[in-house]
Each structure stands twice: as structure tokens, then as C-alpha cells.
């Protein structure tokens, strides 16, 4: 039984997320205090109350995501013994959860993790002017049909393919004009939805490119390690061990599709047969079960599920 490890992105925060793994878990408890810490910020405080509107703030949700990631994977360390190194083949982040995947499998410590993600939340919702960019989910289309739309609806400004979630599942970005010209080309193209989506800047297309340099000059001055299992990249769709070519992955990432539909496809290709979503909510669990048909997929993110998940990956 091979196992992935997957780690969410921004969408998938809650208020109160990670509060019971704190109550419970002194290994959790200490994973909260070292993001405060490095934040010079109550941030737990924030995910556990509210309000909603900040918490969902791109600087503050994409740590907070990482915390809440993080101090799973210490509760399955220190009251189990299962340890990345020791369970998982592979493991895989979608957008902001890359790096979550990188902490748990020890390239970036914690501390320099949840710092690089308040950059990069700050980076991307500094990149473009409020209301200049949109991004739009289209249902319905494959990827390479969406793809054809976005560049159809650019007409000049920009308009790509954001995030291949699943087959029929495709998010674009760019334009808030050229978004909206791609919803009307995609329903015309059969498209059996196109949703605008409520996000505060147009992610993972070239308007992101001064986050991108901005990420590029942050990750420099951060130590990384070899990761103890490949990751799986958003932008390859293929697994990385080396520091460096991490690196670059992820400043490409910013402007980047992320391709987790052929992420999730490379490994159960390679054998991955369960998949662990790891942290709040159940987004990637969902996308698994439409990537990877054949294989299991599990969410773990409180207490109970910690249980439950230990049981099935130590009868094998």
C-alpha cells in the first residue's frame, strides 16, 4: 500500500480550524505557538475566532493553512510514530499547500515556512490593483478546451489557465474583462457552468509576476533541505528532491498553472493507492476520488480523524 501525503490550499480555511487538535495535543498546541512566533502575531487566535473576513485574507489564510497542516503531521509524529519519511511516498501541496508539503517533509522549517507564506500571501494580493483581476471556475470543459477559451477571451489583456483541478474542472485567471469575455466563450463551448469566483487578486497567471519576483528574492535567503520523499510539483507535475530546482518551482509556481490533476495522476501512476488530505477541509480529498478513481482518499485534520487514519495505515 502506497501512501500520498496532500496538503490544501486557500479555499479550504474554516474558522475554528485546528482549535481541537490544540486542546488536544500538546505536539499540536507547539505548532501554533512557532507560527505566533515567527509571525509576531496571534494568528491562532484569529483561526479559532474569527473574524471570518480576516482570516480569509490572503496573508493570513496562507499560514494559517500551514499551521493547521503542520500540526497534524506532529500529532501523527509524537502520538503515533508515523512520520513522513517512514509512510509516505510521495507528497503534494495545492498552490499555498506546496509549501506545507515542503515543511512536512522537512525542506523549510516551520518557523521559515509560515513566513515565506505571509511574503507570499502579501506579494500576491500587492500585485495587481483591487478589481483589475478575476478568476472564474469553468465546469465542464477539459483542460485543453479551457485552455483554448482563456487565450480566445484574452484579446490582449491576460487570461490562462490557472488551476487543472480535475477533468471538467478548470479555474482561469488574468483581466476581470477577460474572464468575464472566457465564462461567455465557455458556455458556448459547453461549458456546463462558469462561476465567478470570490478572490481577492487574479492567482497563478502572468499578473502575479512581481509576486513571483518577490518570492524569488525571499526564497534565496531561506535555508532548504533535500525533502526526506519527493514532492510531487504544482507546476511540473512531477516529483523534486533537489533544493534548488524546488526553488525555482516555486517562483514559477506564482505565475504558474497548477497542474493537480496530473499531480494527482503521477502518483497513482507510481503506485500511490491513498491519499491523505492533511489539514482543513476536504477539497483535495474530493479531487482524488475524481484523479485517482481507483485509489482511496481520506481527510485528516481533527482528532477523530487522526484516529481513524492511524488505524488504516498501520493494518497496511
Same mark, same amino acid.
Given at each position: 500500500?502506497?501512501?500520498? +501525503?496532500?496538503?490544501?490550499?486557500?479555499?479550504?480555511?474554516?474558522?475554528? =480550524?485546528?482549535?481541537?487538535?490544540?486542546?488536544?495535543?500538546? &505536539?499540536?498546541?507547539?505548532?501554533?505557538?512557532? %507560527?505566533?512566533?515567527?509571525?509576531?502575531?496571534? /494568528?491562532?487566535?484569529?483561526?479559532?475566532?474569527?473574524?471570518?473576513?480576516?482570516?480569509?485574507?490572503?496573508?493570513?489564510?496562507?499560514? *494559517?493553512?500551514?499551521? $493547521?497542516?503542520?500540526? %497534524?503531521?506532529?500529532?501523527?509524529?509524537?502520538?503515533?510514530?508515523?512520520?513522513?519519511?517512514?509512510?509516505?511516498?510521495?507528497?503534494?501541496?495545492?498552490?499555498?499547500?506546496?509549501?506545507?508539503? @515542503?515543511?512536512?517533509?522537512?525542506? +523549510?522549517?516551520?518557523?521559515?515556512?509560515?513566513?515565506?507564506?505571509?511574503?507570499?500571501?502579501?506579494? =500576491?494580493?500587492?500585485?495587481?490593483?483591487?478589481?483589475?483581476?478575476?478568476?472564474?471556475?469553468?465546469?465542464? @470543459?477539459?483542460?485543453?478546451?479551457?485552455?483554448?477559451?482563456?487565450?480566445?477571451?484574452?484579446?490582449?489583456? %491576460?487570461?490562462?489557465?490557472?488551476?487543472?483541478?480535475?477533468?471538467?474542472?478548470?479555474?482561469?485567471?488574468?483581466?476581470?474583462?477577460?474572464?468575464?469575455?472566457?465564462?461567455?466563450?465557455?458556455?458556448?463551448?459547453?461549458?456546463?457552468?462558469?462561476?465567478? /469566483?470570490? $478572490?481577492?487578486?487574479?492567482?497563478?497567471?502572468?499578473?502575479?509576476?512581481?509576486?513571483?519576483? %518577490?518570492?524569488?528574492?525571499? /526564497? *534565496?535567503?531561506? *535555508?532548504?533541505?533535500?525533502?526526506?520523499?519527493? $514532492?510531487?510539483?504544482?507546476?511540473? *507535475?512531477?516529483?523534486?528532491?533537489?533544493?534548488?530546482?524546488? !526553488?525555482? &518551482?516555486?517562483?514559477?509556481? $506564482?505565475?504558474?498553472?497548477?497542474?493537480?490533476?496530473?499531480?494527482?495522476?503521477?502518483?497513482?501512476?507510481?503506485?500511490?493507492?491513498? +491519499?491523505?488530505?492533511?489539514?482543513?477541509? !476536504?477539497?483535495? =480529498?474530493?479531487?482524488? !476520488?475524481?484523479?485517482?478513481?481507483?485509489?482511496?482518499?481520506?481527510?485528516?485534520?481533527?482528532?477523530?480523524?487522526?484516529?481513524?487514519?492511524?488505524?488504516?495505515?498501520?493494518?497496511?
Amino acid at each position: 500500500m502506497a501512501i500520498a +501525503f496532500m496538503f490544501p490550499g486557500q479555499g479550504s480555511q474554516a474558522v475554528g =480550524m485546528g482549535k481541537a487538535l490544540a486542546e488536544n495535543f500538546a &505536539s499540536a498546541r507547539a505548532v501554533f505557538d512557532e %507560527v505566533d512566533a515567527a509571525l509576531g502575531q496571534n /494568528l491562532s487566535d484569529l483561526m479559532w475566532t474569527g473574524p471570518e473576513a480576516e482570516l480569509t485574507l490572503t496573508e493570513n489564510c496562507q499560514p *494559517a493553512l500551514l499551521a $493547521v497542516s503542520m500540526a %497534524v503531521i506532529r500529532v501523527l509524529e509524537a502520538e503515533h510514530g508515523i512520520t513522513v519519511a517512514n509512510t509516505a511516498k510521495f507528497v503534494a501541496g495545492h498552490s499555498l499547500g506546496e509549501y506545507s508539503a @515542503l515543511a512536512a517533509a522537512g525542506t +523549510f522549517a516551520l518557523a521559515d515556512a509560515a513566513r515565506l507564506l505571509r511574503i507570499r500571501g502579501t506579494a =500576491m494580493q500587492n500585485a495587481t490593483p483591487l478589481g483589475t483581476g478575476a478568476m472564474a471556475a469553468l465546469l465542464g @470543459l477539459d483542460f485543453a478546451t479551457a485552455s483554448a477559451v482563456a487565450a480566445e477571451a484574452a484579446e490582449g489583456d %491576460v487570461c490562462q489557465a490557472a488551476n487543472d483541478n480535475s477533468d471538467g474542472q478548470v479555474v482561469i485567471s488574468g483581466h476581470k474583462a477577460a474572464v468575464e469575455r472566457a465564462m461567455v466563450i465557455a458556455k458556448a463551448k459547453g461549458a456546463k457552468r462558469a462561476i465567478m /469566483l470570490t $478572490v481577492s487578486a487574479p492567482f497563478h497567471c502572468a499578473l502575479m509576476k512581481p509576486a513571483a519576483d %518577490v518570492m524569488a528574492e525571499a /526564497l *534565496a535567503q531561506v *535555508a532548504m533541505k533535500a525533502p526526506v520523499v519527493p $514532492v510531487v510539483a504544482n507546476v511540473g *507535475a512531477a516529483p523534486l528532491s533537489d533544493p534548488s530546482a524546488i !526553488r525555482d &518551482s516555486l517562483v514559477a509556481q $506564482v505565475t504558474g498553472t497548477v497542474r493537480w490533476r496530473e499531480c494527482v495522476g503521477y502518483m497513482a501512476d507510481h503506485g500511490v493507492s491513498h +491519499f491523505y488530505e492533511i489539514g482543513s477541509g !476536504r477539497v483535495l =480529498m474530493g479531487l482524488s !476520488r475524481k484523479n485517482a478513481p481507483n485509489g482511496d482518499a481520506h481527510h485528516v485534520g481533527t482528532p477523530e480523524d487522526i484516529t481513524a487514519a492511524v488505524a488504516l495505515i498501520k493494518q497496511g
